[in-house]
């Protein structure tokens, strides 16, 4: 089957080191888009922080899966969906994070908030420099919560999200990781791979016409739902056993290489 519905994440996967899209993956997206492919990118990052990249792609006015699953829109005014987090839920996070003097990021659909100022969030500023954090002040507040990230030194956060899954106990949230030092918690049925299947449902896309590339866990559903899956050669090494291909890294435009190659290869 021919591809109908493409999904590209962003960080370590479509952007370079530069956090820049190369000339080979603009022009590869484009061909995939008159070929009549839908290409929607999907990434960990809130919508305002992914536009100046769809803007770039011509993609600002089409589908978005963003915060990692948990809002996927079908337009630039029109939700599909959205899986909030619950504010206790978001308040045992707050919680640990003051306890263990940590920096933990807080997103809504719209706005990324910090708990406080750390040198993480200098770190974090430097790599996702497209929105402003806020402080987040009371968390009491009315905020509608999309998923809560904890950003530290990536040899602890194993031990990190092993206590707060007890802390959580059977409630309904799921743990990944974006990037070495991000542990993300979001509502348990967000998922690139859930957002894939919705969107894909929603434009009645069969899943065989789906594909999807990326480098890291939170894109391991994504590329296991998709008909063809491909892994960038930076990719985490469970990402790279989950997918029928492996390209070229990032920075070496491994993006157009999937699009070329794999995509618009198919019968």
């Known amino acids: 089957m ?44 809130i919508r305002p922080s992914m536009l100046p990249f769809a803007t770039t792609l011509g993609l600002d006015q089409g ?44 997103y809504t659909a719209d706005r990324l908030y910090f708990l406080r100022e750390t040198p993480w969030g200098d770190l974090y500023r430097k790599r996702a420099e497209t929105v402003v954090p806020e402080l987040l002040g009371n968390p009491e507040n009315e905020l509608q919560y999309l998923k809560g990230m904890i950003v530290s030194d990536s040899n602890g956060l194993s031990a990190h999200r092993q206590r707060l899954v007890e802390l959580f106990g059977d409630q309904p949230i799921r743990a990944t990781e974006s990037e070495s030092e991000y542990l993300e918690f979001m509502d348990d049925r967000a998922t690139k791979g859930y957002a894939l299947a919705t969107l894909a449902e929603a434009l009645g896309i069969a899943q065989e016409e789906t594909a999807a590339i990326g480098d890291y866990l939170n894109d391991y559903e994504m590329l296991k739902f998709a008909g063809i899956s491909g892994a960038v050669g930076n990719a985490h090494p469970q990402l790279k056993e989950v997918a029928k291909v492996v390209v070229s890294p990032n ?3 491994g993006v157009s290489e999937f699009i070329h190659q794999i995509v618009l290869k198919q019968d």
Not at 27 to 38: M, T
């Open 2 to 45: 021919k591809t109908r519905l493409l999904a590209i994440d962003l960080d370590g996967t479509l952007l370079n080191k530069e956090k820049k899209i190369s000339q080979a993956n603009i022009e590869a997206v484009k061909a995939a888009q008159d070929a009549g492919i839908i290409v929607v990118l999907a990434s960990g990052r």
């Open 251 to 253: 920075e070496e435009s």
């Open 63 to 106: 589908p978005m899966i963003s915060g990692n699953g948990t809002h996927v829109m079908k337009g630039p005014q029109t939700d599909l969906y959205r899986l909030n987090m619950s504010h206790a839920l978001m308040q045992i996070l707050i919680d640990y994070a003051n306890r263990e003097d940590l920096h933990l990021n807080v």
